[in-house]
């Protein structure tokens, strides 16, 4: 596994080893030729004093110079050397060090430019040269033009032994620098990197604290480095999707037990009464009967639970169809009727049978069963009143019935999962979902879902149905009559 820390000290490390080695050369390049300059100043002033020993006396030239006055210039193991010519080309004098059996390159310039060189020197020794033409002064003539006086060309050439030790020293100087530089360097960069990586490892931290448990945990971005607080608000986005997704799981669930729960018992009180009375072969017959309709509604309820599942997340398009409203609520009423019926609760159905929408029937007989459901358990005794209106091309159902257990401050919870009012919801079997399940699924298809309370009149209002528009009589709007009313 690639190990940032290790590649930001690598890559710093390198980088200052890069800049370490630049500066080194540009200060080696810089340095040598100031002692270049400085050694060929000291042999250019030679030249010049050589050249300055030269006078002209009428047509001879003589040149005062005794080897007791400069015996640098004699044989031995540290001679330097110089040699003088005549301007064209004929050879003049020569140090005492060069003898006969050697010669050193004439080439000059002037004083103020004067052209140096390297060379081997006669004894196998590295050398430098120097030279320049001088013009030879005439004592008797000491107005005479300078541009007329005859010029020598000297070259004095000297070891740059000691040149090449105080370069070599330099860059010996260089080198250690640069290795305590480059040591103190990874011991800053070291720090450096940990410490500049500390936010990340904490933020690591933080985020390995959040799990499944504890998807509600977020990270704290006001701490944190501008570079990561980004990161982290995109961390936190990405958690607040996991829990919506867990959550959707968790409703999921709840709302699959919530739509079994009525046929469940349903089978159970089948299977009492087939106990009882085992030997009533019409009884069994007709409860057979009824027990194969409750798993067929078991099994579309289901299949509405998951359809509902799979819209939600995303993962399959809405399947409308025309359903008859009418139809529809009668059919969801039918299985809550007995129990209504026990606590003095009645429906009435002001739907007209003409009434069709294009929605998808199964999800439509989840969301209007829950309504009826929370109607049949928790309405005040009296009637539950399904009607219709129209709104342009679209249907709004309206559900009324009389409670005395809310208040207008409830209607906010409704649509929250799980919620339960102490004094009305002392029921063990009901869930809480049911009405937070009508809001989903009415999201979910395009629709709307809303409370109201008017007085202790409770309405469920779904709104924004599709009418169905197709031939036959079937599809006819319908036209307000008088059963259809609005609470």
Known sequence: ??????????????????????????????????????????????????????????????????????????????????QLWYADGRDYTRSGSLGDAHSLPRRAGTPGAPQTFDLPLPDGRPGRAVGISV??????????????????????????????????????????AAAAALVLIAWGVHVAVKRGLAPLRELGQEVERIDPAHL?????????????????????????????????QRRMTAAMAHELRTPIAELRSASDVARRWPDDDALIDELVASAGDVATRMSAAVEAVMRYCRLESGQAPREARPVALSALLDEQWAPRAVRAAERGVRFVNDVPESALVQSDGGLLAVLFGNLLDNAASFASPGTVRASVATEGESLTVHMANETDQLVAGDL???????????????????????????VSIAGVLGHRATFALHGSTFVVSVGGLPLHVGPGPAARRPAAPERITQP
Do not use: C
């Open 1 to 82: 596994m690639t190990s940032i820390r290790r590649r930001l000290t690598v890559m710093l490390l390198a980088g200052g080893l890069a800049i370490f080695a630049v500066a080194g050369l540009v200060l080696h390049v810089n340095v040598t030729h100031a002692l270049e300059a400085q050694f060929d100043e000291g042999l250019t002033a030679t030249a010049g004093a050589l050249g300055g020993l030269l006078e002209r006396d009428g047509e001879t030239t003589e040149f005062d110079y005794t080897s007791a006055r400069l015996p640098e210039f004699e044989l031995g193991p540290r001679a330097q050397y110089f």
């Open 216 to 248: 509600s945990r977020r990270i704290e971005t006001g701490g944190l480095a501008q570079e990561l607080a980004p990161f982290a608000g995109k961390l936190n986005e990405l958690f607040a999707r996991l829990q919506a997704g867990f959550e959707r």
């Open 412 to 438: 906010a919870h409704l649509s929250e999962p799980f919620w339960r009012k102490d004094a009305s919801r002392t029921d063990a079997a009901h869930s809480g979902l049911g009405l937070a399940l009508v």
């Open 135 to 176: 013009p030879v002064s005439d004592d008797m003539k000491p107005d005479e033009d300078p541009a007329l006086q005859p010029r020598m060309t000297v070259v004095v050439a000297q070891s740059r032994a000691e040149l090449d030790r105080r370069i070599a020293a330099l860059d010996a100087g260089l080198a250690v």
